[in-house]
């Protein structure tokens, strides 16, 4: 509640280009503590931390291939 209590307070200052930066910061760590605690990470057996280590790594892989795509296209305009 007091993450969430910080995100609406932040979204009342004007950061610029920060803005998006510092909103997806505040919920990277809303993330994680619901991942270890509600998801019981933190005391759970190492093949749950296993099971999360794979995903992040498997989120990581999906997410470098799509970057390559996206960025090594060129963006013509046709019309």
């Known amino acids: ?14 950061l610029g280009p920060l803005n998006t ?4 910061a ?3 760590v809303k993330a994680t ?3 270890l605690f509600f998801m019981h990470v933190k ?7 296993l099971a999360i280590i794979a995903a992040l790594y498997w989120f990581g892989i999906l997410l470098a291939l799509t970057l390559s795509d996206y960025l ?8």
């Open 33 to 35: 503590l619901v991942v």
């Open 1 to 14: 509640m007091v993450l969430t209590l910080v995100t609406v307070w932040v979204s009342g200052f004007d």
């Open 21 to 24: 930066v510092v909103a997806l």
């Open 43 to 49: 005391y759970g057996t190492r093949l749950t931390k």
């Open 72 to 79: 090594t296209r060129s963006w013509r305009t046709y019309g």
């Open 26 to 28: 505040i919920a990277g």
